[in-house]
T-cell receptor, first 111, second 114 residues
Framework: GENVEQHPSTLSVQEGDSAVIKCTYSDSASNYFPWYKQELGKRPQLIIDIRSNVGEKKDQRIAVTLNKTAKHFSLHITETQPEDSAVYFCAAYNAGNMLTFGGGTRLMVKP | NAGVTQTPKFQVLKTGQSMTLQCAQDMNHEYMSWYRQDPGMGLRLIHYSVGAGITDQGEVPNGYNVSRSTTEDFPLRLLSAAPSQTSVYFC?????????????FGEGSRLTVL
């Protein structure tokens, strides 16, 4: 089955700095890669996603890049703000109808 | 729309007891799934369904049963609770039978097994 590794597990940045979270996946047939944000005590919510036919996607301060050859994808957050503090999860979807999540990254943005 | 509704929000069980976590969605989504969330292990898929009458196993199905008699409901049954099943459980639904596209999560159910 699919295996998704996510790094780092914790990340602390100063407000205004950029943050990068990286994920690798094992199944070359995976074709959809979403990112979810989970604030403390809340439910996960989709923030951005990318499909395997696209190399990069941006939405305001967040962007995701995908390298299919190397089987890794990354989340980039620019100009971080305190409200970006949360746990971020990457995930990979394969043709077996299963969405596999990474272990999560706790992002702390210090004012 | 209420979205995805899970009940109960909190539950304490003794080892060996059984219980059902309820999940209902009012968005007419074909895809529904159950995840458990444990510290440092992300979200792990327990079972999922691509439509009424169809269910399949995820990564960690042992000790859990599901059924999908209607599009709206997807209950998760713990047959004989064990301390290893102490976790936060999330139900999620999505508009695509493939499971791609946005998943909408419920608020979660925190289960403690003593």
């Amino acid at each position: 089955g699919e295996n998704v590794e996510q790094h780092p597990s914790t990340l602390s940045v100063q407000e205004g700095d950029s943050a990068v979270i990286k994920c690798t996946y094992s199944d070359s047939a995976s074709n959809y890669f979403p990112w979810y944000k989970q604030e403390l005590g809340k439910r996960p919510q989709l923030i951005i996603d990318i499909r395997s036919n696209v190399g990069e996607k941006k939405d305001q301060r967040i962007a995701v890049t995908l390298n299919k050859t190397a089987k890794h994808f990354s989340l980039h957050i620019t100009e971080t703000q305190p409200e970006d503090s949360a746990v971020y999860f990457c995930a990979a979807y394969n043709a077996g109808n299963m969405l596999t999540f990474g272990g999560g990254t706790r992002l702390m943005v210090k004012p | 729309n209420a979205g995805v509704t899970q009940t109960p929000k909190f539950q304490v069980l003794k080892t060996g007891q059984s219980m059902t976590l309820q999940c209902a969605q009012d968005m007419n989504h074909e895809y529904m799934s159950w995840y458990r969330q444990d510290p440092g292990m992300g979200l792990r898929l327990i079972h999922y369904s691509v439509g009424a009458g169809i269910t399949d196993q995820g990564e960690v199905p042992n000790g859990y049963n599901v059924s999908r008699s209607t599009t709206e409901d997807f209950p998760l049954r713990l047959l004989s609770a064990a301390p290893s099943q102490t976790s936060v459980y999330f139900c999620a639904s999505g508009p695509r039978t493939s499971g791609t596209g946005e998943l909408f999560f419920g608020e979660g159910s925190r289960l403690t097994v003593l």
